[in-house]
């Protein structure tokens, strides 16, 4: 069935790890997000891309790094430099002039 | 840079009542879109409602409604006939109608429906 998927749906990290977070669609969307979203503070955009092999920078991008290699991926690395990953990460996609569809989630913790 | 202000971090409301949700926002642009988006417990994202900032019409979808003013920047969500499975927290958020089309949210308004 359609849609998007993220996982795994929690991740734990020990500090000074990489971590990396999935997600994937099968709806042919060109344009993919990365949010980050804490307590009180909404969505924030941490990386997006509009087209393969193309990515830019968000609000919050620090401490996290993107690849775009197909269509239908775009994985999220938390890298050792981004100092306070415990939030949520949430993954979305969206056609031209379209709405945002969101996956479900993933719940990061740093141990 | 554009904002979008939500002034209420919380709203209950009784069942079957109505209840209104303020959301304010910032831009120098004239073609946008404004949109409402609910998370419940799941934590799943779904979209409530949109509109187009050309559009005078104010936007409905069943017991969903908005209140857009243009001119004042302000885009309000109406609940008709509040039920239990609307308790979530509502985000508003912005979007430019060109360009890289990022959207821009609010911090939120945690629903609670009292039986």
């Known amino acids: 069935d359609g849609g998007i998927t993220q996982s795994p749906k929690y991740l734990f990290r020990k500090e000074g790890q990489n971590v990396t977070l999935s997600c994937e669609q099968n709806?042919?969307?060109?344009?993919m997000y990365w949010y980050r979203q804490d307590p009180g503070q909404g969505l924030r955009l941490i990386y997006y891309?509009?087209?393969?092999?193309?990515?830019q920078k968000g609000d919050i991008a620090e401490g996290y790094s993107v690849s775009r290699e197909k269509k239908e991926s775009f994985p999220l690395t938390v890298t050792s430099a981004q100092k306070n990953p415990t939030a949520f990460y949430l993954c979305?996609?969206?056609?031209?002039?379209?709405?945002?569809?969101f996956g479900p989630g993933t719940r990061l913790t740093v141990l | 840079a554009q904002t979008v202000t939500q002034s209420q971090p919380e709203m209950s409301v009784q069942e079957a009542e109505t209840v209104t949700l303020s959301c304010t926002y910032d831009?120098?642009?004239?073609?946008?879109?404004l949109f409402w988006y609910k998370q419940p417990p799941s934590r799943q994202m779904i979209l409530v409602i949109r509109?187009?900032?050309?559009?005078?019409q104010n936007a409905t979808e069943n017991r969903f409604s908005v209140n857009f003013q243009k001119a004042a920047k302000s885009f309000s969500l109406k609940i008709s006939d509040s039920q239990l499975g609307d308790a979530a927290m509502y985000f508003c958020?912005?979007?430019?109608?060109?360009?890289?089309?990022?959207?821009?949210f609010g911090t939120g308004t945690r629903l609670t429906i009292i039986p």
């Open positions: 979305a996609t969206q056609a031209l002039r379209d709405e945002q569809f």
């Open positions: 709806l042919n969307h060109d344009a």
């Open positions: 891309s509009q087209i393969v092999n193309d990515f």
């Open positions: 831009t120098s642009e004239s073609d946008y879109y």
């Open positions: 509109q187009e900032a050309y559009k005078q």
């Open positions: 958020a912005y979007r430019v109608n060109f360009g890289n089309e990022k959207l821009t």
